[in-house]
C-alpha cells in the first residue's frame, strides 16, 4: 500500500513538473541593484563651560561607554636633545598613577570594574581614552578625569618606562623593515622634528621634572575635543563632563610654531648593509596634506599604482615577474603637515637591481599615459565601498568626527568624500601623477647584503652608506 502511493505521488510531481513553463536562466552578469544610500549617523556637538568640545553618539546596543580626549601635543613639540619625550610622557600619563592613586592601586581599581583608561602622544596630538561598562560610569569617569588632570608621573614607572626604551632601541636594528622605515623617514622629514629618532642618550637624559613640564605645555582645556559613544543619556553625560572638567582653566602659554617640512624631491641612494637574503626598498619623496583639492585625483591613482592586490606595482612585480610577495605604495595625506609617498617591497639580493628598476618605470608610467576606464572603476569603487566600512560602529563614527575638528579638517569632509572620489576622472589622475609623483628626485632608501645585488646601487645615483649603530 505504501508503496502504491508514494509511486502515485512521485507520478503526480512528475506531471506537474512537465506542466510548469520552464525556469527562465538568468546571467549574474546582467544583474541590476538600486544604487547603496548611506548617511553618516550625524553626532551631537557640544561645548561645556571652559571651551571643551564634545561630541555624543548614543548606542544602547551594548551597556558600554567609549570616550576619548584628543589635546594638543606631539614629538614635534619636545626638545631636540630629548627625543622620545613625548613618547614617555603619553604613557606615563595614565601608568604613572595619579595624585591620590598609585600606579597599582589605579591599576587594581580599573580591573576590578572591568573598566580600561589608556593614553598616549604621537607626532602631532594627544590622546586618553576610557572604556567602562555603564554601571561602572561615573567611577570611571571621576578616574578618567583625575587621569588627565593630576597625573602622578611616578618615578619608578618613569624608570621602567626609559629601561624599557632603551632596550629597544638597542635593538632597533635587528628588523631590516625597521630599518628601512626610520632611515626613510628620516631622510624625507630631514632637519625637521618628524624625522628625529629618540637615541640612548636623549632618552637617559630625560627627568620626572621633565615629563611633569612637557605634560603641562601640553595637557591644557583649549582646544581639546573629546568623542563619546554608547549606552548613556547625552544631557546627564554631559552635565557629569561639566562637573569634572568644565571649571578646568589654562595656566601656561600656548604651544610654539612648527615650521613646514622642506618638500623638495630631491635624488638620494641610501643603503644600509646588513647580511640578510632579502632586501628592503622603499623609494619616494613627501606628498600632500588634507587641504589640497588634488587629495581625491591622488587617493585614486595610488590605489590603482599600489594600493590594491591588482595595482600596477603588486601585478607586475609579484604576479608577473615572481620577485617579491608583496610589493605597494601609499600616499598617506598629512594633516598639519605634507605626508610622504612611498613605494615598497621585499626581494631576493640577486634580483635587487630589478626590483627597483621596474618599480621606477611603474611609478614614471603613471605620469605618461591615462589609466584604463576599467581600473579607474574599480579603484574609485574599491575606495568607496571601502569608506563605508568604517562606520560600522559608534565608536569609529564618533571618534572620526571628533578628529576631523581637532586636526582642522574642512566643513563636510566626510560627507562628500565619496561624491569627490567617484567624480575623479582619468584626466585629473594623470596631471594628478604629473605633478605629485616624481620618479626622477626620489630617495631610494636599501636595506641588504649589497654584496650579494645583481648590480651595485650606484646604477641609480651616488650612495650614501647609513651606518648602523645601535641606540647612537
Keep these: 500500500m505504501i508503496r502504491r502511493y ?75 636633545e630629548m627625543t622620545g619625550l613625548a613618547g614617555i610622557t603619553g604613557a606615563l600619563i595614565r601608568s604613572g598613577g595619579t595624585a591620590t592613586l598609585t600606579p597599582d592601586a589605579l591599576d587594581a581599581e580599573l580591573e576590578f570594574m572591568a573598566s580600561g583608561i589608556e593614553s598616549g602622544i604621537g607626532d602631532e596630538n594627544g590622546s586618553v581614552s576610557m572604556t567602562t561598562l555603564n554601571r561602572n560610569l561615573d567611577r570611571t569617569l571621576a578616574l578618567f578625569a583625575e587621569v588627565m588632570l593630576t597625573p602622578g608621573f611616578d618615578q619608578g614607572r618613569l624608570d621602567l618606562h626609559k629601561k624599557n626604551t632603551v632596550e629597544a632601541i638597542r635593538r632597533q636594528n635587528d628588523d631590516p623593515k625597521g630599518i628601512a622605515a626610520r632611515e626613510f623617514r628620516r631622510a624625507l622629514y630631514e632637519n625637521h622634528p618628524l624625522g628625529r629618532v629618540a637615541t640612548i642618550e636623549s632618552i637617559n637624559r630625560i627627568s620626572r621634572d621633565d615629563v611633569s613640564a612637557f605634560y603641562r605645555s601640553a595637557m591644557q582645556p583649549a582646544g581639546i575635543i573629546l568623542a563619546a559613544s554608547g549606552d548613556f543619556d547625552s544631557k546627564t553625560l554631559t552635565a557629569k563632563l561639566n562637573s569634572l572638567l568644565g571649571k578646568w582653566q589654562p595656566k601656561t602659554a600656548a604651544l610654539p610654531a612648527i615650521p613646514q617640512p622642506d618638500t623638495t624631491p630631491l635624488k638620494r641612494v641610501l643603503q644600509a648593509q646588513k647580511q640578510v637574503s632579502q632586501s628592503v626598498i622603499k623609494m619616494g619623496h613627501l606628498g600632500l596634506e588634507k587641504n589640497n583639492p588634488d587629495q581625491y585625483a591622488v587617493r585614486v591613482m595610488d590605489y590603482i ?37 612611498t613605494a615598497e617591497t621585499e626581494t631576493k639580493s640577486a634580483s635587487t637591481a630589478k626590483a627597483i628598476t621596474l618599480m621606477q618605470e611603474i611609478i614614471s608610467g603613471m605620469t605618461t599615459a591615462p589609466v584604463t576606464n576599467e581600473e579607474l572603476q574599480q579603484a574609485r569603487e574599491s575606495i568607496i565601498n571601502a569608506f563605508i566600512f568604517g562606520f560600522t560602529r559608534a565608536d569609529s563614527i564618533v571618534t572620526q568626527q571628533a578628529r576631523l575638528e581637532f586636526f582642522d579638517y574642512p566643513q563636510g569632509y566626510l560627507e562628500n568624500f565619496r561624491d569627490n572620489i567617484a567624480r575623479v576622472t582619468a584626466d585629473d589622475i594623470l596631471q594628478a601623477a604629473k605633478k605629485y609623483l616624481h620618479p626622477e628626485a626620489m630617495t631610494i632608501m636599501v636595506v641588504g647584503d649589497e654584496k650579494k645585488f645583481d648590480q651595485p646601487l650606484s646604477i641609480f645615483g651616488k650612495v650614501t652608506e647609513i651606518k648602523l649603530e645601535n641606540g647612537k
Design 305 to 341: 599604482l599600489g594600493g590594491g592586490f591588482t595595482s600596477r606595482l603588486t601585478q607586475e612585480i609579484r604576479s608577473n615577474q615572481g620577485l617579491a610577495y608583496h610589493a605597494g605604495s601609499r600616499f598617506d595625506i598629512g594633516r598639519r603637515f605634507p605626508g610622504t609617498f
Design 6 to 80: 508514494g509511486l502515485a505521488l512521485l507520478l503526480m510531481l512528475s506531471f506537474l513538473a512537465g506542466c510548469a513553463s520552464p525556469a527562465k536562466s538568468v546571467d549574474p552578469r546582467n544583474l541590476t541593484y538600486p544604487q547603496l544610500k548611506f548617511a553618516i549617523p550625524p553626532s551631537n556637538r557640544v561645548t561645556l563651560d571652559n571651551g571643551i568640545v564634545l561630541y555624543l553618539l548614543e548606542d544602547h546596543e551594548l551597556p558600554l561607554v567609549s570616550l576619548t580626549a584628543y589635546f594638543r601635543s606631539g614629538s614635534i613639540y619636545e626638545p631636540a
